[in-house]
């Protein structure tokens, strides 16, 4: 037999052979990484955002949309003013707020808002497949991202508030463990620290971290030890501030209950959200099924095929070791462990199962217990669990892959993959559906009252009822928020900077059945009948909008009966519009 001949370099360091095929294997690598992160974005937008374009704002986004358009020096009070209230006791709320509120508005306001969301949702997606590509192959690490993406338990994952917290923080998290798998320690315990003055649900989960580096061995066990105390002194750092400054979620957390009461709350918090979000992994399929439409079903079916088509060339990709070392975010498999230690697939799921039980353990307050909500934005305390259930399903993946080793196996594996992953995809596109119908349903409100009273005083009160109106219901967005009384100054404001109050009415009585939770109603009754000076103020002053149709409203004139009290209501005048000054809102909602 002869040898084949081995060139050498003209440094004389490696045979040219051994040169030339090291950089078309590391050519592969780079172009490799570009299809995966690039289809990574497209499902990204196919799945969370193809719909956003008829979406807006919603509860609490409200809150956040007040820092629109703000001037420099206006955003730098915000910002002192945030780091001196302490709002909720997390001081980086209200700095977020501000600053997010200016890049929104930069962007261009309610589209800016979704382009940032994108974003944050896209570096959740991107850094989830860096740190499973540190320790397993490119083909694992991908289906990981993409349970990321379509991570199905926070309902309402894509719009403002969700973002500008709770996913935001997914990513502080993210950030965090990729920069401690990197050797950058310190950094990563600013990072997450710096998280906690957010919103604390990722503190917990990332006492686990240092499990992400596989194989496990024995200087592991010190490491963990070391680790573990100094996010122990982080997060009682955190208490301590936060006890310092009264902070209302801390000093209610227990209730009046004694602390052996409030460990079993954590841990009925951690079983039942834990068996909560597993559920909805699964009865999210049958949803996606149930209320397929046209557009949903092309997500369904792009997603399913573009992901089968890309997991199974990564596959082979792997089987065949042509995935090479490279400098950079992505780090190559390494396959090294002691015939001893466990799997490195069962050990990347154990750690998963561990930050996904420790995403619930601090939801023992009034407004978060239990964490068993699937619908809408009270659904967020899933959202810290989408990390761990992101490892479990690529580790789930990984054993799989190494179980069954036939190509047609792989085959059937990647096909179900796929298709579960475009099912999930699909029901996110289902609730984009229905925050769309509710974001109609909002800009028909706020139209009407510029259609219907253009004679709009300072001290007019705008009293708006739907309740014939047969409004559609979703269980993923409310058409009638609780700040419901903030919208309207920040749409139009009159003379010395006066906008009307804006009361809507549900039914005249202290509290409202309104899915999915009982809400107070801010309506007149509540507010000014019961004061003799307010009726007498009220009298010609009442703008009442009837609904008569859906997406219609009529004007009520002459004298309305409410609770016995005669009130008379405004009667139509001369117009005021052009001593309107339009708001932030007032493009998006009464000009789209």
Not at 484 to 490: D, E, G, K, R
Request: charged share 15%; proline share 6%; glycine share 8%.
């Amino acid at each position: 037999m002869i040898a084949a001949k081995s060139h050498v370099s003209p440094n004389g360091d490696e045979p040219m052979n051994a040169s030339w095929m090291r950089a078309e294997h590391e050519l592969f690598e780079g172009y490799t990484h570009k299809i995966l992160i690039g289809t990574l974005l497209v499902v990204l937008y196919l799945s969370c955002f193809i719909l956003t374009p008829y979406m807006g704002l919603y509860a609490d986004d409200y809150n956040s949309s007040t820092y629109w358009g703000l001037t420099p020096n206006q955003l730098w009070e915000q910002v002192l003013q945030a780091l001196q209230a302490w709002p909720i006791g997390r001081p980086l709320i209200g700095v977020q707020k501000a600053v997010f509120g200016e890049l929104a508005w930069m962007l261009g306001g309610l589209s800016g808002v979704y382009v940032l969301g994108y974003l944050v949702l896209a570096g959740n997606a991107l850094f989830t497949f860096a740190i499973i590509r540190h320790v397993a192959p490119l083909s694992v690490a991908f289906a990981g991202a993409v349970m990321m993406i379509v991570y199905p338990a926070d309902a309402s994952k894509m719009i403002y508030i969700r973002t500008l917290q709770v996913q935001f923080v997914v990513l502080i998290f993210l950030l965090s463990t990729w920069m401690y798998l990197k050797g950058h320690k310190a950094w990563s315990y600013v990072l997450i620290f710096w998280s906690v003055g957010v919103y604390e649900t990722v503190i917990l989960p990332f006492f686990f971290v240092p499990g992400l580096q596989l194989p496990w061995r024995r200087q592991l066990v010190g490491e963990q030890i070391r680790h573990v105390l100094i996010v122990a002194v982080l997060l009682c750092g955190a208490v301590a501030l936060r006890m310092f400054f009264n902070s209302r979620n801390l000093t209610q957390a227990d209730q009046g209950l004694g602390l052996w009461s409030v460990l079993a709350k954590s841990v009925q918090a951690v079983m039942l959200g834990t068996l909560t979000s597993a559920e909805l992994l699964f009865l999210r399929l049958f949803t996606a099924l149930e209320q397929v439409t046209w557009i949903s079903g092309l997500v369904i079916l792009a997603v399913s095929v573009l992901v089968y088509l890309v997991l199974i060339s990564v596959i082979k990709s792997d089987l065949n070791g042509e995935s090479k070392p490279e400098k950079g975010i992505f780090r190559d498999h390494k396959t090294r462990y002691h015939p001893f230690h466990w799997p490195p697939c069962v050990q990347l799921i154990s750690v998963g199962v561990l930050m996904w039980l420790a995403a619930y353990p601090l939801f023992v307050t009034a407004a978060r217990f239990p964490p068993i909500a699937k619908y809408g934005r009270i659904s967020s305390p899933h959202a810290a669990a989408e990390i761990g259930v992101s490892f479990v399903v690529a580790g789930v993946f990984w054993m799989l892959l190494s179980h069954w080793k036939g190509r047609r196996q792989k085959q059937i594996i990647g096909a179900v993959t796929a298709l579960y992953f475009g099912l999930l995809a699909g029901f996110q596109v289902t609730v984009q559906t229905e925050l769309a119908k509710v974001w109609q349903q909002q800009k028909s409100i706020w139209k009407a009252i510029v259609n219907e009273a253009p004679d709009l005083e300072p001290d007019t009160i705008i009293v708006v009822n739907p309740a014939k109106g047969g409004w559609y219901l979703s269980r993923y967005g409310e058409v009638f928020p609780w700040n419901f009384q903030s919208i309207l100054p920040q749409m139009i404001t009159l003379e010395g900077d006066v906008s009307p109050k804006a009361i809507w009415v549900w039914q005249l009585k202290s509290k409202v059945a309104f899915a999915p939770q009982v809400m107070p109603t801010n309506n007149i009754e509540i507010k000014m009948l019961r004061e003799p000076t307010s009726r007498k103020n009220m009298q010609g002053n009442i703008i009442w909008l009837e609904a008569d149709g859906q997406y219609r409203f009529k004007r009520v004139t002459g004298t309305k009966v409410i609770q016995g009290v005669p009130i008379k209501l405004k009667e139509p005048g001369p117009s005021t519009a052009a001593r309107w000054i339009k708001g932030p809102l007032y493009q998006p909602i009464i000009e789209n």
